[in-house]
Antibody
Framework: EVQLVESGGGLVQPGRSMKLSCAASGFTFNNYDMAWVCQAPKKGLEWVATISYDGSSTYYRDSVKGRFTISRDNAKSTLYLQMDSLRSEDTATYYC?????????????????WGQGVMVTVSS | DIQMTQSPASLSASLEEIVTITCQASQNIGNWLAWYQQKPGKSPQLLIYGTTSLADGVPSRFSGSRSGTQYSLKISRLQVEDIGIYYCQQASSTPRTFGGGTKLELK
C-alpha cells in the first residue's frame, strides 16, 4: 500500500524557517518524481514544487523561488521542503504528492497519491 | 500562468442524477488535464487524467471529455460517496495550476 506521511508543520513566526518531511513507503520511491502542493485555509489547491526521481531537477512556483528548497533522500525514501523567509501568505496545509507514471511508463505531471497533509501557520 | 476556471462553484444534486462540472482553460492545454475529488477533511484523490483516462480504482460512473479549451467531468449516477469538492488541474505548462473547485452537495 502506497503511503505518504508528512511531518514537521506547526506555528512559525514571519521571516523564520521550517522544514517539512514526507516519509514514503509501499512503492519504489526512486522511480517517481515527487511534489509539494499546498492548500490555504478554505481555499483551493496550489502546486508548490517538484523534484525529479533522481533529484537532478527541481521546479518551483514563482512565489516560493529563492525561499523554498525541495530535496529528497532516496536511500531513506523521504521528501523534504525547506521553507525559509516565511510569510503569512505561506500559511496552508502542505501535501506531499507522487507524480503519476502512466500505463506507457511515462512520467506525468498529475498526482496519483497524496499524503494526509501538514499544517503550516505563519504568524507572530 | 494558465488560468483554470471551474463552473459552477457549487452544485446541489439528487442521488442517481447526472452531474456535469466544467473547467475552462485560458489557453490551449491539449489533453493535459486531470480531475480530483476532495472529500471533507481528506486529501485530494485523482479521478481522471489525460482528459479521459480513469485513474486506478475510480468507478466507471466518472468520465471526462473535452471541447476545445473546455473540459467536463461527468458523474453518470450520483452516489452519496461522491459528495465533496472537485478540482481540475492542467499539466500543460509550469506552474501547474488548479481550478477554484466545485462543491458538490446532495439535494
Amino acid at each position: 500500500e502506497v503511503q505518504l506521511v508528512e511531518s514537521g508543520g506547526g506555528l512559525v513566526q514571519p521571516g523564520r524557517s521550517m522544514k517539512l518531511s514526507c516519509a514514503a513507503s509501499g512503492f519504489t520511491f526512486n522511480n517517481y518524481d515527487m511534489a509539494w502542493v499546498c492548500q490555504a485555509p478554505k481555499k483551493g489547491l496550489e502546486w508548490v514544487a517538484t523534484i525529479s526521481y533522481d533529484g537532478s531537477s527541481t521546479y518551483y512556483r514563482d512565489s516560493v523561488k529563492g525561499r523554498f528548497t525541495i530535496s529528497r533522500d532516496n536511500a531513506k525514501s523521504t521528501l523534504y521542503l525547506q521553507m525559509d523567509s516565511l510569510r503569512s501568505e505561506d500559511t496552508a496545509t502542505y501535501y506531499c504528492a507522487r507524480h503519476l507514471i502512466n500505463y506507457g511508463g511515462y512520467r506525468t505531471d498529475y498526482f496519483d497519491y497524496w499524503g494526509q497533509g501538514v499544517m503550516v501557520t505563519v504568524s507572530s | 500562468d494558465i488560468q483554470m476556471t471551474q463552473s459552477p462553484a457549487s452544485l446541489s444534486a439528487s442521488l442517481e442524477e447526472i452531474v456535469t462540472i466544467t473547467c475552462q482553460a485560458s489557453q490551449n492545454i491539449g489533453n493535459w488535464l486531470a480531475w480530483y475529488q476532495q472529500k471533507p477533511g481528506k486529501s485530494p484523490q485523482l479521478l481522471i487524467y489525460g482528459t479521459t483516462s480513469l485513474a486506478d480504482g475510480v468507478p466507471s460512473r466518472f468520465s471526462g471529455s473535452r471541447s476545445g479549451t473546455q473540459y467536463s467531468l461527468k458523474i453518470s449516477r450520483l452516489q452519496v460517496e461522491d459528495i465533496g469538492i472537485y478540482y481540475c488541474q492542467q499539466a500543460s505548462s509550469t506552474p501547474r495550476t488548479f481550478g477554484g473547485g466545485t462543491k458538490l452537495e446532495l439535494k
